[in-house]
């Protein structure tokens, strides 16, 4: 039956491209054999990165889209199948915190601005469901697709100084899942929609709260690596297989899962 974790030749939405998480599944992807559609909101990056990828080697066409504008994301979608004529994966990377949603060790929820509250919740739970509407659409039609959102350790328990992220997070797993049940029911079993749920990754996001100007650990890294059995931050790369497994043949019978990636945080107590 060949190699049942392939994904040669299959064409794959990669929104958030030009960010670390999106840029290196896209890379990882590439190598792959997936042919690769790079979708950010900044030019540069749409640019640079579909550069990387073709130099290397890979087929790669980008696209500047606003994953919060129906009307980009629609025209997008047209524009990859007059290219390529299908869409087979999603991966909705477009997301994140925002300094403003993240509560300083002094603050308390009180003082959050609601403005940034609404910033944090509305690109990470409207920035995945719009792409899943919009490329989504296509899978119907095709009756075959996988789509891969990104969850978090913030939506297993209560992580302080993030509410605005958790909610939106949160949000993201029950979509998954509503998703993946509508879809499969109404369009049959070759469309899965699928979560991965990342730990602890040192990145520019989360870099001044968990690494101390001088390099040492914060307070706050060292709790996280004292609940983490493995001991140890992960490197984001260590993303990229379980992303290629949930959109092979080989995860043909998961859908609505939501998948740790986090070296045993969130299945260790802290005991």
């Known amino acids: 039956m060949g190699n ?22 896209a890379k990882s992807l590439s190598e792959a054999g997936a042919k690769i ?11 640079q990165k579909t550069r990387e990828l073709k130099s290397a080697g890979g ?8 994953v919060l504008d129906m009307n980009s994301l629609h025209e997008t979608a047209l524009k990859i199948v007059a290219q390529w ?35 944090v919740t509305g690109l990470n739970q409207n920035g995945t469901v719009y792409p899943c509407l919009a490329f989504g659409k ?25 509410p605005g992220y958790s909610v939106a997070k949160t949000g993201i797993n029950i979509f998954t899942k509503w998703l993946a049940t509508e879809l499969a029911q109404k369009f049959g079993e070759g469309i899965r929609v699928n979560a991965i749920a990342p730990g602890f990754f040192i990145g520019d996001q989360n870099r001044t709260v968990l690494i101390n100007p001088d390099g040492s650990l914060t307070e706050r890294s060292k709790k996280v690596l004292a609940k983490t059995p493995m001991g140890r931050f992960g490197d984001i790369t260590e993303l990229n297989g379980a992303v290629q497994f949930l959109c ?11 998948l740790p990636v986090d070296g045993g945080f969130s299945a260790f107590s802290g005991v």
Request: hydrophobic share 45%.
């Open 4 to 25: 049942i974790f392939s994904i040669k030749g299959k064409v794959a939405v990669i929104t958030g491209a030009g960010g670390v998480l999106g840029g290196s599944i």
């Open 37 to 47: 559609v790079i979708l950010d909101i900044r030019s540069e990056n749409t640019a």
């Open 59 to 66: 087929e790669a066409i980008g696209f500047v889209c606003n």
């Open 85 to 119: 004529n299908r869409i087979d994966i999603l991966i909705n990377c477009a997301g994140g915190n925002i300094p403003g949603a993240t509560l300083s060790p002094e603050q308390n929820v009180f003082d959050m601005k609601i403005e940034d509250w609404e910033k």
């Open 138 to 162: 296509i899978m119907s039609e095709q009756k075959e697709g996988s789509i891969i959102n990104i969850s978090s350790m913030a939506t297993y328990s209560a992580i302080t100084r993030v």
């Open 248 to 258: 092979s043949p080989a995860a043909s019978f998961i859908t609505g899962a939501i």
